[in-house]
T-cell receptor
């Protein structure tokens, strides 16, 4: 059974204080690892897709990396508007399209 | 560009009442469509998926059903709601050959009392 574990459950940062979120996964053949951002009461917003170990993608203050067992979402010099829940999901090679999600990390950035 | 709509945005229903949530996608053809439920504002659970009109697969046995009467329309239904059906319902679409990324709608908050 595919599993995704995200840590920490919650993270509080000061504005400008860089940090990383972790997503550990077990899957029978990785077809893709996805990062989403979710604001309260809204649907998840797509951030990145990673397909193979060693791959990295960046968008503004966010950088996602992937190994064979985990992915990291690095946040550089965060701002209060980066506060949100960050969700990680995996898609197995044998999957028709099912995404298995982690429970998310709630990020709060204080000014 | 593609847009996904869900309605209603919020719904309060009594136990035992019927349910119909609608999802429509614009700007794409023949998408794969998905219904997810999110409890307590955290991880998402896949409920149903569809690869075409009239083609529905259920991921989790439950009190809900889904239908796809048109190419870009996906409906989530129930004949009799349970308290445990409360949650945040999200529809997602995935284009053919679009890198297999799923894009989510704004969601419907359902409260069963």
């Amino acid at each position: 059974e595919d599993q995704v574990t995200q840590s920490p459950e919650a993270l509080r940062l000061q504005e400008g204080e860089s940090s990383s979120l972790n997503c550990s996964y077990t899957v029978s053949g990785l077809r893709g690892l996805f990062w989403y951002r979710q604001d309260p009461g809204k649907g998840p917003e797509f951030l990145f897709t990673l397909y193979s170990a060693g791959e990295e993608k960046e968008k503004e203050r966010l950088k996602a990396t992937l190994t064979k067992k985990e992915s990291f979402l690095h946040i550089t010099a965060p701002k209060p508007e980066d506060s949100a829940t960050y969700l990680c999901a995996v898609r197995a090679a044998t999957s028709y399209g099912k995404l298995t999600f982690g429970q998310g990390t709630i990020l709060t950035v204080h000014p | 560009s593609q847009t996904i709509h869900q309605w209603p945005a919020t719904l309060v229903q009594p136990v035992g009442s019927p349910l119909s949530l609608e999802c429509t996608v614009e700007g794409t053809s023949n998408p794969n469509l998905y219904w997810y439920r999110q409890a307590a504002g955290r991880g998402l659970q896949l409920l149903f998926y569809s690869v075409g009109i009239g083609q529905i697969s259920s991921e989790v046995p439950q009190n809900l059903s889904a239908s796809r009467p048109q190419d870009r329309q996906f409906i989530l239904s129930s004949k009799k709601l349970l308290l445990s059906d409360s949650g945040f319902y999200l529809c997602a679409w995935e284009g053919r050959g679009a890198g297999e990324t799923q894009y989510f709608g704004p969601g419907t908050r359902l409260l069963v009392l």
